[in-house]
């Protein structure tokens, strides 16, 4: 497992934005997949996006397509981070943000951050 630590929610206006950043330790994981998920109020953990270290190749979630931007930060080598830019947001984009990690042959997501709160208000 690795250590992962969110950071950036807040509250925003919807149209406004907000970045999220997830800075992983513990263990080498080049070949790593990275996600973030959300969970509203009374609503299941949905998944918003996932990044592999390695390659960098990406997923979206329909619902946040062309809006949310998930990417690599190779400023501090020290940390794996990973960012998700979140523009032109919804008040149905409220929700606890978490970052997840997962291993190269796992089945599922076994790495999870502590959440962060994001609040779109309308």
């Known amino acids: 497992q690795v250590q992962l630590v969110e950071s950036g929610g807040g509250l925003v206006q919807a149209g406004g934005s907000l970045r999220l950043s997830c800075a992983a330790s513990?263990?080498?994981?080049?070949?790593?997949?990275m996600g973030w998920f959300r969970q509203a109020p009374g609503k299941e953990r949905e998944f918003v996006a996932s990044?592999?270290?390695?390659?960098?190749?990406?997923?979206?979630?329909d619902s946040v397509k062309g809006r949310f931007t998930i990417s690599r930060d190779f400023r501090d080598n020290a940390k794996k981070t990973v960012v998700l830019q979140m523009n032109s947001l919804k008040p149905e984009d409220t929700a606890v943000y978490y970052c997840?990690?997962?291993?190269?042959?796992?089945?599922?997501?076994?790495?999870w951050g502590q959440g962060t709160q994001v609040t779109v208000s309308s």
């Open positions: 997840a990690a997962k291993g190269p042959v796992a089945a599922r997501y076994d790495s």
């Open positions: 990044i592999t270290w390695g390659i960098g190749s990406t997923s979206y979630a």
């Open positions: 513990g263990r080498t994981f080049s070949s790593y997949t």
